[in-house]
């Protein structure tokens, strides 16, 4: 049985913040921020899976966002946030958990410390809310914009997410009070009179929500600290008749091309494998066993995302690929920008932090007899240190 399932709201429209797609599937630092936000969550042992409620539309949004992720299938949502709350918890009835948090997909930042105060909170409570407390003075404006009042700030708060709930306890509330507006899921169950316990929230748990958060949010990440790993990878084909020779994604013009269970990319394979060695995570004959009729005359691009995707997940990020190409012909040269074009293209690189070099082995060895091609690459990427 799932012991505590998150449900994390994504479904919101807006583009306040200018670009073309809705705010939690803008990048920070390179990552969509509703994958930011999804792993803060999943990373957490105690949550046994995380569901996310998408807008009308977004399907391919999604997928991009969340490629390589485990997670549960995604739920339409409503008109209105606290309807589409309702629908992904009505989609988790199939196998209700004991305990379901409810974060906003624009909070990248909640931190296993608040997560773990928030699900410790729930053993006593049916209602946990994160609040953090409010610094500056308030004022009651009148109509026309001038101090009428001060308002204390000692009994006030600002809540947060993930608020936490026994699920039956959410359900229900979400189910009786259908109609009625309320700004957040604490405040649905409350109709119910039930006690919401609070924690203590974090400042740097805030919602993205304005340009300047925006800023705010790739400044906190750019002063993360990272780790820098460099991986290498090898690899070798032999030439074959009747074969389209593929280098980089590209097909190059050549009276032979190589063989091979794949389309036989000697240049992505290296690249791959070099990426599965900065992240210490097998190769790519353990990724894709040969032997596996799914991967014959595939193209080896879906090798590299696969690989991207994997050092995504862990926060990670490719910096720089370089390669060098290995055998007497083809000549590179030729193709040398548009392998590298289409390399960046593939692994979600800048063209500049590409580099594809060629050279011969004068004509000794397997290479220098004409018997087939190989690659090295080194890689180096990026990771959360
Ligand atoms: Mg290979």
Redesign the pocket.
């Known amino acids: 049985m799932r012991q505590c399932v998150a449900l994390l709201m994504a479904a919101g429209s807006g583009v306040r913040l200018g670009g073309e797609v809705p705010k939690q599937y803008r990048d920070l630092a390179g990552v969509p921020m509703l994958r930011r936000s999804i792993e803060a969550l999943s990373a957490r042992p105690a949550i046994d899976a995380v569901q996310v409620v998408i807008g009308a539309g977004q399907t391919e949004l999604y997928a991009a966002a969340t490629a390589g992720l485990d997670l549960l299938p995604p739920v339409l949502g409503g008109a209105t946030r606290q309807e589409s709350v309702r629908r992904g918890l009505e989609a988790l009835l199939d196998e209700p958990p004991a305990l379901v948090l409810v974060h906003d997909g624009a909070r990248p930042f909640a931190s296993p410390d608040l997560i773990g105060r928030v699900i410790t909170a729930l053993a006593e409570a049916e209602a946990v809310l994160p609040v953090v407390p409010v610094v500056d003075t308030l004022k009651r404006l009148d109509e026309a914009g001038s101090v009428a009042d001060e308002v204390p700030r000692e009994a006030l708060a600002r809540a947060q997410t993930p608020q936490g709930f026994r699920f039956a306890t959410l359900l229900a509330a979400h189910r009786r009070h259908a109609g009625v507006a309320c700004t957040d899921d604490a405040g649905v169950v409350a109709l119910d009179g039930v006690a919401v316990q609070t924690v203590l929230g974090e400042e740097e748990n805030f919602k993205v929500t304005t340009e300047s958060d925006l800023w705010r949010a790739e400044a906190l990440l750019a002063g993360q600290p990272r780790r820098w790993v460099t991986g290498t990878g090898f690899?070798?084909?032999a030439f074959a008749a009747g074969r389209r020779l593929v280098l980089c994604g590209i097909e190059v013009p050549h009276e032979r091309g190589l063989a091979?269970h794949?389309d036989?990319d000697?240049a992505l394979?290296a690249v791959t494998d070099a990426l599965f060695g900065a992240m210490a995570d097998g190769d790519?004959g353990s990724h894709f066993p040969p032997s596996d009729p799914q991967w014959k005359d595939a193209s080896s691009d879906r090798f590299l995302r696969y690989a991207v995707d994997r050092l995504t997940a862990r926060g990670g990020r490719l910096e720089h690929v370089d390669l060098t190409i290995i055998g007497e012909r083809p000549k590179i040269g030729p193709y040398r920008d548009a392998m590298r074009r289409s390399l960046a293209r593939i692994a979600g690189l800048r063209v500049e932090a590409v580099g594809v070099k060629a050279t011969t082995t004068e004509r000794l060895g397997f290479c220098g007899r004409e018997e087939g091609l190989a690659a090295q690459a080194a890689v180096t990427v990026s990771l959360p240190a």
Request: charged share 10%.
């Open positions: 690899d070798v084909h091979g794949s036989a000697v394979h790519i």
